[in-house]
């Protein structure tokens, strides 16, 4: 069967992750290695995250500001005494003129500054600095604030949404009183963030807190959601941290309780970025290209009016404005139905192909033929083939608009579904020993090992130390494995043993090939 | 009498600015040189601002996407070589990596770039890049493109809002085939910005075309529209340039026209910024604060408990939340009643100048004697005062919901009203020599020339040229006035010669102090 897409997802998955997002124009790498260029439906899917997320993060109480681009070098250095594991790959701006010199453009010397800028990898330490000037008293808390913004990383492997040297994101950062407070919100986000992930993104997750070794640099806790892609890999899709004490002693976050001491605040901080566009393409993309849900879909419908350069093409325009126009009355999940009339030029076939690329959820096709009957002929692109044919169907207009909210609905509802049992099917409990372990995750004869499924583990252990622990992670890194989480909600401790050290188990963990 | 903000304008016009935006929680300097950090009352404004321009960016048929942060330095050099007066500072990136040297972080040597990075200073060229590879064919064209984003400039004197080294802007950057359609898309956008001002900022301005040497660099013509602040001063509110053939050429941006012909797009770019949030203090802030138009209020309702640590307390609240849902039903503009309940700790009179100071259009009291009356207590922050005492209105809590769409709408109305009736008062039209105008600007006995309020000249020229010119610009430069704009619409040339020269004139021009 010929695809949209070549190569297909099991022929060659990141290969085909790379033509999905080129095809379905969401994104294109620039010429400033590292960073892309997020096309006008990537971004209109960001659009959409970022409305739909910020709407939860404003009915949880938060505030949204804005804070400098630029962290100067001395606040980043004394987080560097404080973290351990601090990364220290950042851009760093040291000059602010361009000279001409010898008839080249150049960074002028006499413009070198005294104190050089990191461009903000995260806000930590700039907040932490407003933090300190906003905390005062016992009054003033807690403080609850989000910022959308970009942020730097220099990365050196790049991969479109995925991992790219600067990215969008949102940064929550709050100061609470009490540990109790900072903890609370530390989990009241990470539940946002997963109904978000399975609502909205209609892709499942499993929260759980990250192991020891894998937490953010100076968070006493870190919480993940985790995604299961369709190459069986998990996608950290969003992250809550509780810091603690640590950052508020390091930048001296100090407020007077109402006994008139003073305290250190505590804090946390949560983030989702455009990583995100990269999970929801690998969870509901397919062999045709990208499939967006509904709630994310910068359009749902798209109409492409079949011209042949005749007088009644006029009448066939008419119709696919009038119909836009019945379908924008209509609403979905609070919101009016979206719609396109695509007039550019070109064929209509080709115009097809391109948004079921796109992955609009509905594509109509409309021509003389429909404009006579009253007809609309369309595509669900969720349910895009009936075997090798493209599944066509047909209904009176009217009919086809009021029925619209339910059909996006199913859609939305359907994609999770699908999703779901994906990830059900595929985390495997019953692996109780190294070797069974090792099993699972090796090579099978003639198989393509960078492109083999397997799905994830759950498996008892004890949360290594020491010298122990480190053999374990090397072990586990030497397959490419990594620990996911440690899934919330666990009953009780597991009754078999720790599958790496043979000790009595304290919980379940999960483990997988990840991004 | 004692207002909320001192100095008062009169007194004191920059100060007065200065006090507004630290007590309206609009934006307070950074520890980093020139940068701001947005204030939530701040950037729910700016939020406010960019959902309604959006809308009107989107409707008028563009896209948005989003571009790299960085620009390589090459591209920037190949700019420099074609355009005259193009501007030099920038934040520049030279390295990608921190080390400890010495017990020091600094800038890693190893990791020095080959070619440094500039923080983009606006998008020209990196979206020039991408025009070419996307304007293949005339049937590509128009590529209409927008984003939002944050650039760097770097400035010495910097002031909150108006001028600062990161600010927040849309830049909307369109290819077409022809320098008529991209003329049309320059006036489109320019009158999307005009109306936006009148409409939704209620700030009333004079669009018109910026004098050959105020234009963008590499611009054939740069429209803009000025607005007038309160201090008479003329504030560059939004431009809209023609850029002809000038980019692409530079750039190598060509399309295979109809006839299979090789042809350069013309071109067009237009922006607004944060600036416009300075413009709306400067046109609506009195001398209580800031005065928020309702069209882009975070909130347009804020309601007060009174609470006295009693059990009624409780009553009160409830009676709050239960206005506050029957204001939310109410639809203003198009969209549900903003509605805040601020029960945060602290004393009612302290906090009803707190919302007085941050501009919310109504501030509601609410106390136990309201609640047995079943009335609301408020107050208009757009009249807020009955000579020296607050004017406090009471009305039925049901009239007073079904009321509010009408009172938002007239507060919108009002303020725009009295700021078009301040610009047209304020635009003398009958200078007619050089004496004139200088005895207009001069400083009168007694007055403090730096808060002396002037208003705008239109006066008739001939477009300036040569050293003629020169001579010209620099007389204005030493009264410290500019060149604002020549106002659209001149229907024919003025019957009175230039004023600057004696020849025969070409039209009015405006002429201002300004920011």
Known sequence: MKTAVSPTRAED????????????????????????????????????????????????????????????????????????????????????????????????????????????????????HHFRECAKSWRDLPLLWNQWANVVRWEMRTRLFLRTAEFLWQEGHTAHATGEEAREETMRMLEVYRTFAESVLAMPVIAGEKPAHERFPGAENTFSIEAMMQDGKALQAGTSHYLGTHFSTAQDIKYQNKEGELSYCHT?????????????????????????????????????????????????????????????????????????????????VDKRWAWIKRGAPVICEIGGRDVASGNITFYRRDKLRDGEKLAVQSQPRAQFASGMPALLAEVQAELFTDAKKRLDANIVRDIRSM?????????????????????????????????????????????????????????????????????????????????
Chains 1, 2 share one sequence.
């Open 13 to 128: 998955f990141p290969e085909w992750y790379q033509q999905v997002v080129a095809e379905g124009d969401l994104a294109v790498n620039s010429p400033v290695r590292g960073c892309m260029i997020i096309r006008p439906n990537g971004y209109g899917i960001w659009e959409r995250i970022q409305k739909l997320l910020n709407d939860r993060i404003m009915e949880t109480g938060h505030e949204n500001l804005y804070f400098p681009l630029f962290i100067p070098l001395s606040f980043i250095g004394k987080e560097a005494q404080h973290v351990e594991g601090f990364a220290k790959e950042m851009a760093v701006v040291t000059h602010h003129r361009l000279k001409m010199i010898d008839g080249e453009l150049k960074p002028d010397p006499e413009s070198k500054l005294a104190e050089p800028l990191v461009v903000r990898p995260t806000s930590e330490t700039i907040i932490g």
């Open 268 to 348: 946390a901080s949560w983030g989702v970025s455009t990583r995100l566009i990269g999970g929801v393409i690998m969870t509901h993309g397919d062999d045709d290209g990208m499939r967006i849900p509904p709630r994310i879909a910068p359009k749902h419908v798209v109409i492409l009016p079949i011209l042949r350069d005749v007088p009644e093409d006029e009448a066939v325009k008419a119709y696919c404005e009038s119909v836009a126009a019945d379908l924008r009355a209509q609403s979905y999940a609070g919101e009016p139905v979206r719609v396109k009339v695509d007039l550019r030029d070109g064929r209509a």
């Open 435 to 515: 070797d069974e372990l090792k099993a699972f995750f090796a090579p099978k004869e003639g198989e393509n090992a960078e492109n083999a499924f397997r799905g994830w583990l759950l498996v008892p252990w004890k949360r290594p130390e020491g010298a122990e622990g480190e053999r374990i992670l090397e072990t586990l890194k030497q397959m490419k494995l990594t620990t996911r989480n440690i899934p919330l909600g666990q009953q009780g401790k597991p009754e078999s043993p720790c599958i790496f050290t043979g000790h009595p188990a304290d919980e379940m963990v999960l483990i997988a090939r990840s991004y």
